[in-house]
């Protein structure tokens, strides 16, 4: 895919999603500490895009193939190529493909990088705590983009509601 190919399509995609969200979501995020990138996008509107994808992930694997595109270069460095990529997230994040929902909180920027908690119902119905690791891209092809550095999978707590598949009722994302 040439440079020019891939930026249009993510110029696209990225404005469909953004209309998406402002029609779904009026109030996007209030904070004024967040910056967006050149995309319009904050970290937390970057990891919703991604856990969308996951979520609607098909046989073709074309949500990993999304996700690989907000992924950092050093990223994609330790964990590239892509169908290395794809392996990985099936066998080791398998939790965030077809996932019943997911709650995004919001995002935790420090020292140029940002920390983003998702709490996350599976396929299976247990739920799960992740934090993604953003940076914003300087002077690479993605320049001013916020791109996932990291996946952590983090406890939620023992008593907290959701932290079972009997109990619905979602995990506070304060507690992760």
């Known amino acids: 895919m040439t440079d020019a190919v891939w930026q249009t399509s993510m110029m696209m995609r990225t404005r469909l999603f953004v209309a998406a969200l402002s029609l779904l979501c009026p109030l996007l995020s209030a904070a004024a500490e967040l910056s967006r990138d050149q995309t319009g996008l904050y970290p937390d509107d970057v ?23 907000y992924t950092s270069p050093e990223n994609q460095r ?51 705590g992740f934090i993604f690791w953003l940076t914003m891209e300087h002077n690479g092809e993605r320049d001013g983009h916020w791109l996932t550095e990291g996946v952590t999978p983090v406890p939620l707590p023992q008593d907290a509601p959701g932290s079972s598949p009997a109990d619905d009722r979602p995990a506070p994302l304060s507690a992760i």
């Open 47 to 69: 990891v919703t895009l991604q856990l969308s994808a996951l979520q609607d992930n098909d046989a073709q694997d074309s949500g990993i193939a999304l996700t690989w595109e």
């Open 78 to 128: 330790a964990n590239g190529p892509y169908t290395r990529f794809a392996r990985m997230i099936h066998e080791s994040y398998g939790d965030l493909l077809q996932s019943r929902s997911f709650d995004v909180g919001a995002a935790k920027i420090e020292d140029g990088g940002a920390s983003v908690p998702v709490r996350l119902v599976c396929a299976a119905g247990n739920t799960h």
